[in-house]
């Protein structure tokens, strides 16, 4: 009986094995849990632009939170800080790339640290899409250079001349230019002086002041300014810096006669630190959560569920962002570099605020904006005090360039 029983045990695990193995031949442990893609995630968390790198984070996380798998597969974003350093980009890149094998880069706050990561892009041979770049330099940059987000220094020089000129208390004003001294901030006011000369828009100083990145006293910049007689400013600083000038200017007096053009708009939480002083400030803008339609108010909402914080337009922009780059992953059908870019050229997605596609001609998004100004609050589930409040909205097509 002990014989028979240990023969039959033997035949059982025999066969068990047997069958084990024809299983894991036919269904191999990765197609059972397959293994995630790996997304490199690039943006600013410590330093002067911390909160926006924080926002283009959280937009990104609830892309994939929503989107859930590619092609199968968990998305796992993996997050590194730059620093807002060119070259720390750069090594983080080589580091999400070839040690962590990501398939794709999103993110990147500043032109310096997209245009170094676009220069070594062949090397890294994956897509790079950024969320927060304005330089007109990634027009048509590289193959796998691609942009879906922050509005580009051309469309907001077009969408803040158009602004200007449709409302009577910008339109007959005469503008003082004060930039941070570096590309994006050179490349925006070259941007805005030049349409706005073309409009009859009267400059001060076409030779604009350039102050330097870490200025944080700016009483030197606000007395000329002042003693130039100018009535409207046009800015172009790193957007949490914004308060700090605008507190300061207002200790001076200045918003009293002149208006404020920003050539990139303040986040929520940089209103709210300025508060008062930051009234009055204009700025064309993809998205605030002043513009009103279903899609907008529901991922609003989800937004605020998720991370109790108020919505910024760096959150909802890189959100959509992260969905055109995830969505031509899955397009692609496949993780090959030139296989994704290819999809993602003429891709689109209809989010928070319409349609945003990704040119087919130069790997840039094109979409609908709005021109805001900063004004009280209404009533909000944020207990926001200060927010963007849209006066005027632009298609696509009004704000280019042309295809």
Not at 339 to 347: D, S
Not at 360 to 378: H, Q, S
Request: some cysteine.
């Amino acid at each position: 009986m002990k014989r028979r029983r240990k023969i039959m045990i033997k035949r059982f695990r025999t066969t068990f094995l047997c069958v084990l193995a024809v299983i894991l031949f036919a269904f191999p442990l990765n197609s059972v849990a397959e293994k995630p893609i790996n997304i490199g995630v690039l943006v600013p968390l410590s330093g002067i632009v911390a909160q926006g790198g924080e926002e283009m984070k959280l937009g990104i996380q609830m892309a994939a939170d929503e989107k859930k798998t590619i092609l199968g597969r968990p998305i796992n974003l993996i997050v590194e800080d730059t620093r807002v350093k060119p070259p720390v980009a750069v090594s983080k890149a080589e580091k999400l790339v070839f040690k962590d094998n990501c398939k794709a880069l999103i993110g990147v706050f500043s032109s310096g640290v997209g245009l170094a990561l676009a220069k070594n892009i062949d090397k890294l041979n994956v897509p790079f899409l950024t969320t927060h770049v304005m330089t007109t330099k990634f027009y048509g940059l590289n193959p796998l250079v691609f942009r879906s987000g922050q509005l580009a220094n051309d469309q907001t020089a077009v969408g803040n001349v158009k602004g200007i000129l449709a409302t009577p208390d910008l339109k007959n004003r005469t503008y003082y230019v004060l930039v941070h001294d570096y590309s994006w901030g050179h490349d925006a006011a070259q941007r805005f002086i030049k349409l706005a000369k073309e409009n009859g828009i009267k400059i001060y100083n076409e030779k604009f002041d350039r102050a330097p990145i870490k200025t944080k006293d700016w009483s030197s910049y606000i007395s000329k300014i002042k003693a130039s007689g100018a009535d409207g400013i046009y800015i172009a600083l790193i957007t949490n810096v914004i308060p700090v000038f605008a507190k300061q200017a207002y200790d001076f007096g200045i918003q009293k006669y002149a208006r404020i053009v920003s050539g990139a708009a303040p986040g929520p939480l940089e209103l709210e630190a300025g508060g008062d002083a930051c009234i009055g400030i204009f700025g064309t803008s993809d998205w605030c959560w002043d513009v009103n339609n279903a899609k907008s108010d529901a991922w609003e909402g989800k937004f605020w569920e998720r991370f109790k914080t108020i919505p910024s337009d760096a959150a909802c922009h890189s959100y959509v962002g992260a969905m055109n780059l995830f969505n031509g992953i899955e397009k692609a059908g496949s993780t090959d570099p030139q296989k994704i870019a290819a999809a993602l050229r003429g891709i689109s997605f209809d989010g928070p605020y319409g349609v945003v596609r990704i040119s087919a001609k130069d790997n840039c998004m094109r979409n609908d904006a709005v021109l805001t100004e900063t004004v009280r609050a209404p009533g909000n589930p944020y207990g926001a005090k200060i927010y963007m409040k849209v006066i005027h909205t632009f298609k696509a097509d009004q704000l280019g360039p042309p295809e």
